[in-house]
């Protein structure tokens, strides 16, 4: 069965602290890795796309690692700020559709 | 450049009834898939349409259908509806269905059964 995890559920940190977010996924045949946020109620705004042959992709303070062989993902958030409270979520394409995992729900405390 | 829409945002049922849900895709898009987001935990894959045709179901009942017109915009319909049906209904644009594509969501279609 093609499960995601996220590890840790919650987290809350002070402004300007550097941290980073855990993704893993139990079937390895993936074709890329996708990063969102979503703000509460609201849909889903893609940060970092990774193809299955990248080990990682860099937008701004973001930056999101993979790799396949040991079935992990990272997203580490440089100098964090009160406007990246969100939940972060990392989803995996096998195909037509994407497993997403249950995500992070991040607080950063001014 | 127009994103990915979806109508309405919020509406409230009963339980039995039935509720269509409606999406256009973001510009230059021909795929749509829908999830379903309830709260607290991550969206989950519905089914995807692409050439007006339903690519692939995710583990959903038929009470769940839906349909792509030529235009590429998408509805989804939900009938004989369950308090569990309660959601965030989320439709994603992508192109062409490609596995390696990047998905873009809508802010999505909040659903109360009642």
Known sequence: ?110 | DAGVTQSPTHLIKTRGQQVTLRCSPKSGHDTVSWYQQALGQGPQFIFQYYEEEERQRGNFPDRFSGHQFPNYSSELNVNALLLGDSALYLCASSLSGLPTGELFFGEGSRLTVL
């Not at chain 1, 045949?29 to 893609?46: C, E, H, M, V």
């Not at chain 1, 079935?71 to 939940?87: H, K, N």
């Open chain 1, 1 to 110: 069965k093609q499960e995601v995890t996220q590890i840790p559920a919650a987290l809350s940190v002070p402004e300007g602290e550097n941290l980073v977010l855990n993704c893993s996924f139990t079937d390895s045949a993936i074709y890329n890795l996708q990063w969102f946020r979503q703000d509460p109620g609201k849909g889903l705004t893609s940060l970092l796309l990774i193809q299955s042959s990248q080990r990682e992709q860099t937008s701004g303070r973001l930056n999101a690692s993979l790799d396949k062989s040991s079935g992990r993902s990272t997203l580490y958030i440089a100098a964090s700020q009160p406007g990246d409270s969100a939940t972060y979520l990392c989803a995996v394409s096998y195909g037509q559709n994407f497993v997403f995992g249950p995500g992070t729900r991040l607080s950063v405390l001014p």
